[in-house]
């Protein structure tokens, strides 16, 4: 699923370096897009739009203002592409439990919420663990949530996820 862009360019590293897994080449391709394409363009348009001369006509106060907002809305954009290349690097697990050690053994893709980040509103993508007449669980959001926010899947939340007690 990911492919190299097939230019020449080589990422080099120092010696002794070792580059894991996704730091190869930050040009890899997620469905046949560059996974921060849009990111990519939204950069290109901050930078275009600060060489404008409408924006040279502005007082430095209001471009501050105006770059801090699209500033804002890039790190928005980032973040959600890399939950999406996260969502596309997600395997599938064996052995998903519910507290009640229920088993989910199916698995479907292509489930999405909502997140609330620091940057604004971000979707995350990840894996749903099916059982018969069970709620789905979702075990990458274990990790969706930023740092002191409590995660929703943990507990009955609103969609009907469920608790995850672990992996068998």
């Not at 053994?105 to 069970?134: C, I, M, N, Q, W």
């Amino acid at each position: 699923m990911f492919a190299d862009s097939g230019s020449d360019d080589e990422k080099v590293s120092g010696p002794g370096e070792v580059l894991l897994p996704g730091q190869q080449d930050e040009r890899c391709e997620v469905g046949g897009v560059d996974w921060c394409e849009r990111s990519r363009e939204r950069f290109e348009g901050i930078v275009g739009w600060l060489a404008d001369r409408d924006a040279g006509a502005l007082e430095h106060g209001e471009v501050e203002s105006q770059l801090q907002a699209r500033g804002r809305e890039l790190l928005r954009c980032l973040f959600g592409d890399h939950l999406a290349l996260r969502t596309v690097r997600e395997e599938r697990l064996d052995g998903v439990a519910a507290a009640d050690g229920v088993e989910h053994r199916a698995v479907e893709r292509d489930h999405e919420r909502p997140l609330a980040s620091v940057f604004g509103e971000v979707t995350v993508g990840r894996l749903a663990y099916r059982a018969k007449g069970e709620a789905n669980l979702y075990v990458a959001d274990r990790g969706a949530e930023p740092a002191g926010r409590a995660c929703l899947a943990w507990g009955q939340a609103p969609g009907g996820d469920g608790v995850i007690s672990g992996l068998l």
